[in-house]
T-cell receptor, first 114, second 110 residues
Framework: EAGVAQSPRYKIIEKRQSVAFWCNPI?????LYWYQQILGQGPKLLIQ????????DSQLPKDRFSAERLKGVDSTLKIQPAKLEDSAVYLC????????????FGPGTRLTVL | SQQGEEDPQALSIQEGENATMNCSYK?????LQWYRQNSGRGLVHLIL?????REKHSGRLRVTLDTSKKSSSLLITASRAADTASYFC??????????FGQGTRLTINP
């Protein structure tokens, strides 16, 4: 079974520029998550999709972050404009239906904002 | 916000020794999960314990859960160099949402 794919793995941008991350979840996993992990901290949920609908985006800074999951499969997360404090690893995870199932994580995209 | 708080923040032990990490949380949970993260990599699920379970084993891992104290512990027995990683507890609020703690950085010295 193929894992969660993410690209790019690394990205360096200047502040106020825009950036986009892509995620392809495990086939059949209806639930998709985007997390932000700042160095030395645990992952923080940004947004959760169920198929192509948003379940939870309460911690997504909507003035600069946006995400979509067209057709309920792969997803993109965009930051525009980026700030220095957005430097972090952005993790995508997916999960199959069921109450007691774990999340499967991709390798992450390490973003550096200069 | 982070709900799980791991203790200690960092742990360094000799290979072959046991490592114990603790996690405390604040609200009622559906289940609690432990994940491992190697440097620069994504998280890997280790074990899940349901709110009505008290102890669970998986290989060299032993997890306990005390819902009355809102705490959990992860024990890794007979540690190996490959166990060097950060370990996170995550509480499941409802069926699908996980809230992660700050993690414990474990170093196994040869």
């Amino acid at each position: 079974e193929a894992g969660v794919a993410q690209s790019p793995r690394y990205k360096i941008i200047e502040k106020r520029q825009s950036v986009a991350f892509w995620c392809n979840p495990i086939s059949g996993h209806a639930t998709l998550y985007w997390y932000q992990q700042i160095l030395g901290q645990g992952p923080k949920l940004l947004i959760q999709f169920q198929n192509n609908g948003v379940v939870d985006d309460s911690q997504l800074p909507k003035d600069r972050f946006s995400a979509e999951r067209l057709k309920g499969v792969d997803s993109t997360l965009k930051i525009q404009p980026a700030k220095l404090e957005d430097s972090a690893v952005y993790l995508c995870a997916s999960r199959k239906p069921g109450s007691y199932n774990e999340q499967f994580f991709g390798p992450g995209t390490r973003l550096t904002v200069l | 916000s982070q709900q799980g708080e791991e203790d200690p923040q960092a742990l360094s032990i000799q290979e072959g020794e046991n490592a114990t990490m603790n996690c405390s949380y604040k609200t009622s949970i559906n289940n609690l999960q432990w994940y491992r993260q190697n440097s620069g990599r994504g998280l890997v699920h280790l074990i899940l314990i349901r709110s009505n379970e008290r102890e669970k084993h998986s290989g060299r891992l032993r997890v306990t859960l005390d819902t009355s104290k809102k705490s959990s512990s992860l024990l890794i027995t007979a540690s190996r160099a490959a166990d060097t990683a950060s370990y996170f507890c995550a509480t499941a609020q409802g069926a699908q949402k996980l809230v992660f703690g700050q993690g414990t950085r474990l170093t196994i010295n040869p």
